[in-house]
């Protein structure tokens, strides 16, 4: 049974190619940067927006389903091994490396934990023959800790005893599967973890509990000897309030907290920076800078609505800052690029899923074009190097590097200057943006 019967293998065919079934920019094998393509970007799909969406579920609190696809069945288990199966078709198709997924994209919960357990084994073994067949791996999967009711105020912050060890079921049953299908990473999003009141919150009693969590995690792991990257996704609101995995900033500093820095990286996501106020290649900054960069969730967002829209990625500019942050920082490891994106909910037809995907692929194989020419040049290089020239090249710049410096010796320096100016440097950033867009267009 084929679900894309119309569409073959999607080829690299070059800019200029009129093929929209074809990619302009993604070649998988060029060499870029002394690493292919396809290893730079090790791109994923999103299991849940490709399979699991409808153009109503989590897309649209207004609307019903717009779209209707092959595998869909009025029997969930039977849906669910149809998915499976176009899952890997898709991804054969497409020529993605890698897939990721929550537990409950891929089995029903049925009507206990037993049963749920018992139909994600008969879904993971159909995964397992097919990643063995195909050659796909997974890049991560996930617990959705979010969407049942039991999770109303948050899984490991619940102040629900009940729910939290429910969670801890479904966590370990995930680490279980990552383990069994050889997850590259084992993913964390809190979209449940954090407060609506704050009076009616122990925040110390919930920030203790997340991190034991955590730890139980991490254990549990060693215990059965699941090797994967640990990552935790942060996102400041949506579904809840105030979500306690604000940004990049403020989860790393919960990880050091509580001593989990040794054991998890970051999964950053670009709808997430923006909802946070920050950019996307803020966020990979950030982490970078604390060694924390894990992986990405590759989308956008839409300025005018402001909420997290998760749009397949087709802006240059943010896209080529994006992946300049990460090349710069020495790649994603075990990481990769998971396009946590959906279609919108009027490109009702199947095919949409292949063009969007090529969209956005094909920007960031040109972000990571620009990406080369950018490093090879030096361009930001040199200007950051012109910027802190002072502390490179004069003596109390250095003293200040290399740590000797004082206050009373910087006091001591700054009034022997007596009235010299201190001479300010223009950023000319109306030149570096424009020049920006030459390096893109
Ligand atoms: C929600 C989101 C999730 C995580 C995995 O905004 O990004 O899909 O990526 O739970
Ligand atoms: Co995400």
């Given at each position: 049974?084929?679900?894309?019967?119309?569409?073959?293998?999607?080829?690299?065919?070059?800019?200029?190619?009129?093929?929209?079934?074809?990619?302009?920019?993604?070649?998988?094998?060029?060499?870029?940067?002394?690493?292919?393509?396809?290893?730079?970007?090790?791109?994923a799909v999103a299991y849940w927006h490709t399979f699991a969406s409808d153009g109503a579920k989590g897309q649209d609190p207004f609307g019903m389903k717009t779209m209707t696809r092959p595998w869909e069945s009025t029997d969930p288990l039977e849906e669910a091994r149809q998915k499976a199966y176009a899952n890997f078709e898709f991804l054969e198709?497409?020529?993605?490396?890698?897939?990721?997924?929550?537990?409950?994209?891929?089995?029903?919960?049925?009507?206990?934990?037993?049963?749920?357990?018992?139909?994600?084994?008969e879904i993971t073994d159909i995964f397992k023959a097919e990643m063995e067949r195909t050659g796909i791996k997974l890049l991560w999967n996930t617990s959705n800790a979010f969407s049942h009711p039991r999770f109303v105020n948050g899984a490991a912050t619940s102040p629900n005893a009940e729910t939290y060890a429910h969670a801890a079921a479904q966590v370990k049953k995930g680490l279980d599967i990552a383990k069994k299908l050889g997850a590259e990473n084992y993913v964390f999003w809190g979209g449940r973890e954090g407060y609506e009141y704050l009076q009616i919150t122990d925040y110390k009693l919930e920030q203790d509990n997340q991190a034991k969590f955590y730890w139980m995690a991490v254990n549990y792991a060693k215990e059965i000897g699941y090797t994967g990257q640990f990552l935790i996704e942060p996102k400041p609101k949506e579904p809840t309030k105030h979500q306690y995995d604000f940004d990049s900033a403020t989860t790393i500093a919960f990880l050091k907290s509580y001593g989990l820095d040794e054991h998890f990286k970051l999964n950053l996501e670009a709808n997430h920076a923006t909802l946070a106020m920050h950019t996307f290649d803020h966020e990979i900054r950030v982490?970078?800078?604390?060694?924390?960069?894990?992986?990405?969730?590759?989308?956008?967002g839409d300025l005018l609505l402001g909420w997290d829209t998760d749009e397949f990625p087709t802006d240059l500019a943010a896209s080529t800052l994006a992946v300049y942050e990460i090349v710069k920082a020495g790649g994603l490891g075990s990481g990769g690029v998971n396009f946590d994106s959906k279609v919108r909910r009027s490109s009702t037809d199947l095919n949409d899923l292949f063009l969007a995907h090529i969209a956005g692929m094909d920007t960031w194989a040109r972000a990571l074009k620009t990406t080369e020419r950018l490093i090879n040049d030096k361009f930001f290089d040199n200007i950051v190097t012109e910027r802190y020239d002072t502390f490179y090249n004069t003596e109390v710049g250095k003293s200040v590097l290399d740590g000797t410096a004082t206050l009373a010796s910087l006091s001591e320096y700054?009034?022997?200057?007596?009235?010299?100016?201190?001479?300010?440097?223009?950023?000319?950033?109306?030149?570096?943006?424009?020049?920006?867009?030459e390096y893109i267009f």
């Amino acid at each position: 049974m084929s679900y894309f019967p119309d569409v073959a293998k999607i080829k690299y065919e070059g800019k200029g190619s009129k093929n929209p079934f074809a990619f302009k920019h993604y070649n998988p094998e060029e060499i870029v940067l002394g690493k292919t393509m396809e290893d730079h970007m090790r791109f994923a799909v999103a299991y849940w927006h490709t399979f699991a969406s409808d153009g109503a579920k989590g897309q649209d609190p207004f609307g019903m389903k717009t779209m209707t696809r092959p595998w869909e069945s009025t029997d969930p288990l039977e849906e669910a091994r149809q998915k499976a199966y176009a899952n890997f078709e898709f991804l054969e198709k497409l020529g993605v490396p890698f897939f990721a997924f929550h537990d409950l994209d891929v089995a029903p919960e049925g009507t206990s934990l037993e049963e749920y357990h018992a139909n994600l084994d008969e879904i993971t073994d159909i995964f397992k023959a097919e990643m063995e067949r195909t050659g796909i791996k997974l890049l991560w999967n996930t617990s959705n800790a979010f969407s049942h009711p039991r999770f109303v105020n948050g899984a490991a912050t619940s102040p629900n005893a009940e729910t939290y060890a429910h969670a801890a079921a479904q966590v370990k049953k995930g680490l279980d599967i990552a383990k069994k299908l050889g997850a590259e990473n084992y993913v964390f999003w809190g979209g449940r973890e954090g407060y609506e009141y704050l009076q009616i919150t122990d925040y110390k009693l919930e920030q203790d509990n997340q991190a034991k969590f955590y730890w139980m995690a991490v254990n549990y792991a060693k215990e059965i000897g699941y090797t994967g990257q640990f990552l935790i996704e942060p996102k400041p609101k949506e579904p809840t309030k105030h979500q306690y995995d604000f940004d990049s900033a403020t989860t790393i500093a919960f990880l050091k907290s509580y001593g989990l820095d040794e054991h998890f990286k970051l999964n950053l996501e670009a709808n997430h920076a923006t909802l946070a106020m920050h950019t996307f290649d803020h966020e990979i900054r950030v982490a970078a800078a604390a060694g924390l960069l894990g992986s990405i969730d590759a989308n956008q967002g839409d300025l005018l609505l402001g909420w997290d829209t998760d749009e397949f990625p087709t802006d240059l500019a943010a896209s080529t800052l994006a992946v300049y942050e990460i090349v710069k920082a020495g790649g994603l490891g075990s990481g990769g690029v998971n396009f946590d994106s959906k279609v919108r909910r009027s490109s009702t037809d199947l095919n949409d899923l292949f063009l969007a995907h090529i969209a956005g692929m094909d920007t960031w194989a040109r972000a990571l074009k620009t990406t080369e020419r950018l490093i090879n040049d030096k361009f930001f290089d040199n200007i950051v190097t012109e910027r802190y020239d002072t502390f490179y090249n004069t003596e109390v710049g250095k003293s200040v590097l290399d740590g000797t410096a004082t206050l009373a010796s910087l006091s001591e320096y700054a009034i022997a200057k007596k009235d010299e100016q201190i001479k300010v440097i223009s950023d000319r950033l109306e030149y570096v943006k424009a020049q920006l867009n030459e390096y893109i267009f």
